[in-house]
C-alpha cells in the first residue's frame, strides 16, 4: 500500500505540473523519475531503461523519415493541388481536411500542419472565406489522421511495445487501421457538416493580406545636416532612447534600404522609417533633433526589399521563446531581426512588443534577412506562414523517400523486420541517399519527446508493480458494475481522453495502459479492446488547445480563444467515443 501511495502522490504531482505548465513536460517527466527511482519504486537499472525501449526509437525514427518526406516535397506537391479548388470555402474546408488527415496517417500531425496552414492561409486570402473555419476542422483532422496506422501518432507506438511487453506480439502497422480509418472518416463528415456552425469566426484572418495594422505606426524622421548624430551608426542611435523602437527601414536619396544592420552610419538628410508609438516617438524627437518628415500613415512597402523580407510565424509548443521576450533574446541584435507585431488569440497586441513575454500559438511578424529568417524560425522553434513556394522538387527527389517509406512499410507489414528496425534503416537510407543531410539527421527529432517517453514508460512499470494500475482497475470496474463490459471499455477511453487534453498526449497513453490491463485481466477478457481504447483516447484531445501541438499551432492564425475549441470538440468527442467503442467491439472482441 505505501507503494501505492508513493506512485499517487508523484504521479499526481506530476500531472499537476504538466497542466500549470511552469516547467517543460520533460523535465517534468525527469523530475518525477527520479523521485520514483529514490523512494524504491524503480530498480536502479531501469532508470534509463526507456531510452533504449523500442518505442522511443520508432519515434525518433518516424519524426527523421517525416521530415525527409517534409523536406523533399511530397507533400507539398499535394499541397498545390488543393488551389485548383476553387473559392467555395466549404469545398476548400473538406479538400484541406481530407488530406491533412491523410497525410497525418503517415508523417507526424505537426509535420502535416506546418505544410497545410500556409496553404490554407493562401486560400483564405486569395478568396472568400476565414482560415478560422478550416484551420479547426484541419488541426483536428490532423489528430483523426494519426489513428489510421501504428506510425500515425506515438500513443499508437507506444501501446504497440506495451502490447508485447506483456507477452503477445507487437500490433502491425496496420492493425489500428479498422478503427481508426473508420472513427477518421466518421470525424471527418461530423464535421463537414457542423463547422460552419460550431467553428468560431474570427474577422482577424479574413480576406486581408495581414491581420496587423503595422502600417499605422511606421513614422518619417528626417535627419538635418549639421545634427550630432551623423557619422554615428544606428546602434548608437537606438541606445540614446530609453523606450523600445524598431528602425524599420532607411531611405538615402533615391536609396531604400530596408531592415538596416545596427552598423549603419547616419548621414546627413537620411531619412529613417520607423516603427514607434506616439510617447516614444516624441522621446525621439526631443533627444536626437530628428524631424517628424510626415504626418500621414506610411505604406508597408518600405519593410521589404530583395534581401529584407517580413515573415509571419507561429510559436510552437516548444518554442525556445515561451516565457521570454524580444528584449530578453536581444534578436535584433543578435540576428538583425525586427519583431514588428505580435498577435495573440487574432488580436494584436500593443506596438511596445520589446518586453512581452511570447506564449505558445502567438503569430510574429518578424523583419530581417530572408535566410537568417528561416535560421530564426528553425533555432526558437517556430512555424512559417510566409507564402512561399512550394517544394515541388524533381520527380526523382519525389519518387525516392516515397519508395525508401513504402519499403519500409512493406517489410515491417509483412514481418519480415520489426517496426523500429525497418523505420530506422528508412531514416538511415534517407540519409545515405541524400535526401535528408546528415547535419539535419538529429536537428528535427522533437527531443522533448523523446524523454518524455524515456521518462514515462519506466513510470508507467512503477504504476503497475506497485498494484497502483490494478486499484484504479478496479474502481473504475465497480463504477460500471451491473453494466455491460462495452461501459467500462468507454469509461477507460473517456477518462484517456480527458486526461491527454490537459497532458502530452504520449504520457497519458503510457500512464493508462496498465489500468487498461489490469480492467482486461480483472474481468477475464482480452487486453486488446482496452489498449485500442487507450490509444484512440490519447490520440484525440479536441477539447482545448494545450491537448496537442496540432491545436496550438492553429490558434494564433484562426484567432481561436482557448474556449472555443470545445465548441466543436465536445460533439465530436462524443461522436467518436460512440463510434470508437463499437468498433473496437467489432474488430478486437473482449472474449474468445
Not at 480509418?181 to 469566426?201: D, E, I, K, Y
Not at 479574413?206 to 528626417?222: F, H, I, R
Amino acid at each position: 500500500m505505501a507503494d501505492q501511495i508513493w506512485i499517487g502522490a508523484i504521479l499526481i504531482t506530476a500531472l499537476v505540473l504538466f497542466v500549470v505548465d511552469r516547467w517543460r513536460y520533460d523535465f517534468v517527466a525527469m523530475g518525477a523519475l527520479f523521485a520514483a527511482y529514490i523512494v524504491g519504486l524503480i530498480p536502479k537499472q531501469e532508470v534509463f531503461a526507456g531510452f533504449g525501449n523500442a518505442a522511443v526509437i520508432t519515434v525518433a525514427a518516424v519524426l527523421v523519415i517525416s521530415h525527409a518526406l517534409w523536406r523533399s516535397g511530397v507533400v507539398d506537391s499535394m499541397a498545390s493541388s488543393v488551389k485548383k479548388v476553387g473559392d467555395r470555402v466549404w469545398l476548400q474546408m473538406i479538400v484541406l481536411t481530407g488530406l491533412t488527415t491523410f497525410v497525418s496517417a503517415f508523417i507526424s500531425n505537426t509535420g502535416a500542419m506546418a505544410i497545410m496552414i500556409p496553404v490554407a492561409l493562401q486560400l483564405s486570402r486569395n478568396g472568400a472565406g476565414h482560415a478560422s473555419l478550416m484551420l479547426m476542422p484541419m488541426a483536428f483532422g490532423s489528430l483523426l489522421g494519426g489513428t489510421i496506422t501504428m506510425i500515425g501518432t506515438p500513443p499508437n507506438i507506444i501501446i504497440s511495445d506495451i502490447r508485447a511487453s506483456h507477452g503477445a506480439e507487437p500490433f502491425g502497422i496496420f492493425d489500428f487501421t479498422p478503427v481508426g480509418l473508420s472513427v477518421a472518416v466518421a470525424g471527418l463528415v461530423v464535421m463537414w457538416l457542423t463547422a460552419h456552425w460550431l467553428v468560431p469566426r474570427s474577422k482577424s484572418r479574413d480576406t486581408s493580406n495581414s491581420p496587423y495594422d503595422v502600417s499605422a505606426y511606421l513614422t518619417e524622421l528626417y535627419l538635418p545636416a549639421g545634427s550630432s548624430l551623423v557619422g554615428q551608426t544606428l546602434f548608437e542611435f537606438e541606445s540614446q532612447i530609453k523606450d523600445p523602437f524598431v528602425v524599420v527601414a532607411l531611405k538615402r536619396g533615391k536609396q531604400m534600404i530596408s531592415g538596416p544592420p545596427r552598423y549603419q552610419r547616419l548621414k546627413a538628410e537620411d531619412v529613417l522609417i520607423v516603427k514607434a508609438d506616439t510617447e516614444t516617438l516624441q522621446q525621439i524627437i526631443d533627444l536626437t533633433k530628428f524631424e517628424l518628415n510626415a504626418e500621414e500613415e506610411l505604406d508597408t512597402r518600405f519593410l521589404i526589399s530583395d534581401e529584407i523580407k517580413v515573415i509571419e510565424g507561429i510559436v510552437g509548443h516548444d518554442s525556445r521563446l515561451i516565457g521570454r521576450s524580444a528584449a530578453d533574446l536581444r534578436l535584433r541584435h543578435r540576428f538583425g531581426v525586427n519583431v514588428l507585431a505580435v498577435a495573440r488569440e487574432g488580436q494584436p497586441l500593443k506596438p511596445s512588443l520589446s518586453n512581452v513575454r511570447f506564449k505558445p500559438g502567438d503569430v510574429l511578424l518578424l523583419q530581417g534577412d530572408a535566410e537568417v529568417l528561416n535560421d530564426v524560425f528553425n533555432r526558437f522553434g517556430c512555424f512559417p506562414l510566409a507564402q512561399r513556394s512550394l517544394r515541388l522538387g524533381s520527380k526523382r527527389k519525389l519518387l525516392l523517400p516515397l519508395a525508401i517509406f513504402a519499403t519500409a512499410i512493406g517489410l515491417s507489414a509483412f514481418n519480415f523486420l520489426s517496426v523500429p528496425v525497418a523505420f530506422a534503416m528508412a531514416a538511415g537510407v534517407m540519409v545515405l541517399a541524400n535526401v535528408i543531410p546528415i547535419r539535419e539527421l538529429y536537428e528535427h527529432i522533437e527531443w522533448p519527446i523523446i524523454v518524455l517517453l524515456a521518462a514515462t514508460i519506466p513510470l508507467g512499470g512503477a504504476l503497475e508493480r506497485s498494484g497502483a494500475a490494478d486499484t484504479l482497475a478496479h474502481a473504475a470496474l465497480a463504477i460500471s458494475q451491473g453494466s455491460p463490459d462495452f461501459v467500462a471499455l468507454s469509461l477507460l477511453l473517456v477518462v484517456t481522453m480527458l486526461l491527454s487534453n490537459v497532458i502530452n498526449n504520449a504520457a497519458a497513453a503510457v500512464l493508462m495502459a496498465p489500468i487498461g490491463i489490469s480492467m482486461a485481466d480483472t474481468l477475464g477478457a482480452s487486453m486488446d479492446p482496452f489498449l485500442m481504447a487507450v490509444a484512440l483516447g490519447a490520440a484525440l484531445p479536441f477539447l482545448t488547445p494545450i491537448g496537442h501541438q496540432s491545436n496550438i499551432l492553429v490558434m494564433g492564425p484562426g484567432g481561436y480563444r482557448f474556449a472555443d475549441y470545445w465548441r466543436l470538440g465536445l460533439p465530436l468527442s462524443i461522436v467518436m467515443t460512440v463510434i470508437a467503442v463499437i468498433m473496437i467491439s467489432l474488430t478486437w472482441p473482449m472474449y474468445g
